[in-house]
């Protein structure tokens, strides 16, 4: 941690600049504009092709998420503004399950 201080000393940077400069890389630290932009390209590069997101602050950073991150990378097209179908099973474009209760219309049918 001396190490840590005499950097952030040297170069002026504040407890959160030090975290981001010296701290793991584990994740995306930056405005909700500047993680959008990095996430939409990656998006539209095919790296990606969904996000999951967790705050570095519980509660509150969830807030920041949903209230700051979402409507930006609603914006630039790579987050869905509503939903398509009533079911998670709709939203992931699966199809219906195969039950008991269809496999009888299907015997009739064939």
Do not use: C, N
């Amino acid at each position: 941690m001396a190490e840590w201080r005499a950097k952030a000393e040297a170069h002026g940077w504040s407890l959160r600049e030090t975290v981001i400069a010296l701290g793991p890389q584990r994740g995306h630290v930056g405005t909700p504009s500047a993680l959008a932009d990095k996430f939409a390209h990656f998006v539209r590069h095919g790296a990606v092709d969904g996000f999951d997101v967790s705050p570095y602050l519980i509660p509150d950073g969830l807030d920041d998420i949903v209230d700051l991150l979402v409507p930006e990378l609603q914006e630039r097209g790579v987050h869905r503004t509503e939903y398509t179908g009533s079911t998670l099973r709709d939203h992931l474009g699966l199809r219906e399950p195969l039950t008991r209760r269809s496999a009888p219309a299907q015997r009739q049918a064939g």
